[in-house]
């Protein structure tokens, strides 16, 4: 059996987040659109969920035509069925994704992230998988004590920290 592998670069809209899962059952489009709208208020979204059997869509979710699109076209890109896709905008992923890997349907968060992000997809003749993501860039060194000082503000003018 021959394997392809290939990276494929996932577009994320100016001020999106995105978060890359996989699930395992077609129920994942409507219960991770709920999660995300009974989470944060005014969020906006996009969900794209890759269809693994039957008629194999991509079906979708979503109160953002602009994140709506992008979450199909990366999921299309991918390719890789049960997978879905989220773009959110006025939100961050840290404020859903504890919900998300609770969803009943979610087997695997592969990556929320802002990050330009590469998703490494292999492909065999009965379709293709995730092998892993390669999120932003590799480390330039270690923080120093203004790194660290800058860190700690950037947390606190979030509202993540006290």
Same mark, same amino acid.
């Given at each position: 059996?021959?394997? %392809?592998? !290939?990276?494929?670069?996932?577009?994320?809209?100016?001020?999106?987040?995105?978060? *890359?899962?996989?699930?395992?059952?077609? +129920?994942?489009?409507?219960?991770?659109? #709920?999660?995300?709208?009974?989470?944060?208020?005014?969020?906006?979204?996009?969900?794209?969920?890759?269809?693994?059997? %039957?008629?194999?869509?991509?079906?979708?979710?979503?109160?953002?035509?602009? *994140?709506?699109?992008?979450?199909?076209?990366?999921? *299309?890109?991918? %390719?890789?069925?049960?997978?879905?896709?989220?773009?959110?905008? !006025?939100?961050?992923?840290?404020?859903?994704? !504890?919900?998300?890997?609770?969803?009943?349907?979610?087997?695997?968060?592969?990556?929320?992230?802002? !990050?330009?992000?590469?998703?490494?997809?292999?492909?065999?003749?009965?379709?293709?998988?995730?092998?892993?993501?390669?999120?932003?860039?590799?480390?330039?060194?270690?923080?120093?004590? %203004?790194?660290?000082?800058?860190? +700690? #503000?950037?947390?606190?003018?979030?509202?993540? +920290?006290?």
């Amino acid at each position: 059996m021959n394997v %392809g592998l !290939n990276a494929v670069q996932v577009k994320i809209p100016e001020g999106a987040n995105l978060i *890359l899962g996989q699930s395992h059952f077609i +129920k994942t489009a409507e219960d991770i659109a #709920e999660i995300v709208i009974g989470s944060v208020p005014g969020v906006e979204y996009g969900l794209a969920f890759c269809e693994a059997s %039957g008629p194999a869509l991509i079906r979708t979710e979503g109160n953002s035509e602009e *994140l709506v699109k992008a979450a199909s076209d990366n999921a *299309l890109a991918i %390719g890789a069925g049960h997978t879905f896709v989220l773009l959110i905008k !006025n939100a961050f992923p840290i404020n859903i994704l !504890n919900q998300i890997k609770n969803c009943h349907e979610v087997a695997s968060v592969f990556a929320a992230t802002a !990050n330009p992000l590469q998703v490494i997809t292999a492909e065999t003749g009965q379709g293709k998988g995730i092998m892993g993501v390669i999120d932003g860039s590799s480390p330039s060194g270690v923080e120093n004590s %203004g790194d660290k000082q800058a860190r +700690k #503000e950037m947390l606190r003018k979030f509202g993540y +920290k006290f």
